[in-house]
């Protein structure tokens, strides 16, 4: 790939095959078949077998050890081999250190702010308030010092336009739309078959997982033949050994979770094979403007979608008849068995707007604009 553009895409915890930061980011450029890219970032189960990008799998470590210290040295250590001519930071672990990479080699940073990682840290659990106040505190004046070196801004969220202060530097809003699939395996219900029912992503108190266990209850007593598939990220120790109790006197509940993060295809493949997926989030002012990734796939892969009735993001799932709201701790009894089995969900076909590659084009074109504004081309590797 010599006298190409070499564009490094970063994160110390995601995976290097995380959805966003690979499947849609670094793919979309890597078709074009103009930049040398590379992911640096955790060691996943599989790397993906994609040779337009060469990835990095540095990590691999507990959440909590010296190795996560030593992390960014580790990672600049790679800057230095790798030689890039432009950074795309995924997460803010590596901003100061890449901001330093700047400064001595002249490598432009981008910056993808994928949450407002401020508010997740102070309305997050299991940490006194004053230490969760320390650290969003401290990791937004990282933000604030690295914004005057970033040149260019994604955002996840058009919300992120408000809500973090710190950008003053241009920024493109790429929503975490998913791609659109190559083809659809639609499970239609049968008279007394099994629905099969999925939570996937992250698993977590404050993501519902337990109001999901507890609505699937309820609905049990309207129908009794429910699975409930629970697939994904189970950071919490505590939270991965209670559903496992959970599951010990409800044969309904199946658990597919992990320490570590679950290959991306394979929630795919639990949710093309799903009658209905849950949004069970809690709201709090973290996620309230934002579209969860879990309501683009839903849409994509057409799966009917069981929603908190004050969800916000309700009333996109009501325009596409893609889902119905329910109160998950007290569900109408009469409401759910109405929209479990009288109602047609997807009865049209999709606008192209909703899938991640209507972002493509513009994506591709920031890139390739920061290319001739800052002469990159001259200096490819």
């Known amino acids: 790939m010599t006298g190409r553009v070499k564009v490094v895409f970063a994160s110390l915890l995601k995976p290097v095959d995380e959805p966003r ?23 996943p189960k599989n790397i993906p077998a994609d040779k337009s990008i060469t990835f990095w799998p540095l990590f691999e470590f507990p959440r909590i050890s010296l190795s996560r210290v030593l992390a960014p040295f580790k990672f600049f250590r790679k800057l230095l081999q790798l030689k890039p001519d432009l950074i795309i930071l995924t997460s803010p672990d590596f901003l100061l250190i890449s901001c330093l990479h700047k400064i001595l080699f002249g490598s432009q940073l981008v910056y993808d702010v994928q949450e407002n990682y401020y508010r997740n840290i102070i309305w997050s659990h299991g940490k006194p308030s004053f230490i969760r106040k320390l650290r969003a505190t401290l990791l937004r004046w990282k933000e604030f010092i690295a914004d005057r070196i970033i040149i260019q801004y994604i955002l996840a969220e058009r919300c992120y336009l408000t809500e973090c202060s710190f950008i003053t530097k241009p920024s493109l809003i790429l929503e975490n739309k998913a791609r ?41 007593k309207v129908y009794p033949k429910l699975e409930l598939l629970v697939c994904g990220h189970c950071p919490s120790g505590e939270v991965f050994s209670t559903l496992y109790t959970m599951a010990q006197s409800r044969p309904w509940l199946v658990l597919q979770i ?101 972002q493509e084009h513009a994506w591709i074109s920031l890139i390739d604009q920061i290319v001739v504004d800052y002469n990159l081309f001259t200096k490819g590797n």
């Open 180 to 220: 659109k699939p190559a083809s659809l395996n639609v499970s239609e219900l049968l008279p007394q078959q099994v629905i099969r029912i999925l939570y996937s992503g992250t698993i977590a108190e404050s993501y519902g997982i337990y109001d999901a266990v507890h609505l699937v209850d309820e609905m049990l």
């Open 258 to 358: 992990s320490s570590t993060p679950i290959p991306h295809q394979e929630i795919l493949h639990q949710l093309s094979k799903a009658h209905f997926t849950l949004i069970s989030y809690r709201l709090n002012p973290s996620n309230e403007h934002c579209m969860p990734t879990r309501v683009w796939e839903a849409l994509a892969w057409e799966i009917p979608m069981i929603l908190r009735q004050e969800h916000p993001w309700l009333e996109l799932a009501r325009h596409y008849k893609a889902g119905f709201g329910i109160d998950f701790l007290n569900p109408d009894q009469q409401l759910l068995h109405a929209n479990l089995f009288s109602k047609k969900y997807y009865p049209d076909p999709l606008p192209e707007h909703v899938y991640w590659e209507s």
């Open 21 to 43: 930061m690979y499947d849609k980011l670094a793919r979309s450029l890597g078709q074009t078949n103009k930049y040398d890219i590379n992911i640096i970032g955790f060691k």
